[in-house]
């Protein structure tokens, strides 16, 4: 059985399209599995990593008053995220998590576990709000799982059940 990362790299290069990706709470995990498919230079773009808000403001055109206004972590941020790397790098498609991986940082309003995901193209940006559960490690694992296969239900609709 093929990887996510494999069937996303086959569907994009069958396509001629790139991605690029921004990540704050997977800390690099998405561009890792992305990048460890041979070939990948076909399709593959860049990432940041942009776990502050210094640097997802600095790198990525994210407002400062978007930031304080509705925090790091939220569906508002991740779009902006998506976007932001989207126009930087010109490609076709962008994916971008922001969330709380924990153990610490998490609230009422929004706890431990919150990740948001979007994924950018040139006509819309989604934006899917998730919680999982689990220490640090299972946190970013099932973020990068989740975010690996909304990109992957994007490029191929039709094979989704």
Do not use: W
């Amino acid at each position: 059985m093929e990887t996510m990362e494999t069937l996303v790299g086959k569907h994009l290069a069958k396509r001629g399209q790139t991605i690029a990706v921004a990540e704050s709470c997977t800390g690099g995990r998405i561009a890792s599995r992305l990048t460890a498919v041979p070939g990948c230079s076909l399709y593959f773009e860049s990432a940041c990593v942009t776990y502050s808000n210094a640097s997802k403001i600095r790198l990525l055109g994210v407002s400062a008053s978007l930031i304080d206004g509705k925090g790091a972590v939220s569906p508002e941020v991740a779009t902006s995220m998506a976007e932001g790397i989207r126009r930087r790098e010109g490609v076709d498609f962008a994916l971008a998590v922001t969330g709380i991986a924990g153990p610490e940082g998490g609230s009422a309003e929004k706890p431990v576990g919150l990740v948001y995901i979007a994924l950018a193209d040139a006509k819309q940006t989604q934006v899917a709000e998730h919680c999982f559960d689990g220490n640090r490690e299972d946190i970013q694992s099932a973020a990068t799982k989740k975010a690996l296969e909304i990109l992957e239900h994007r490029l191929n609709p039709a094979e989704q059940s």
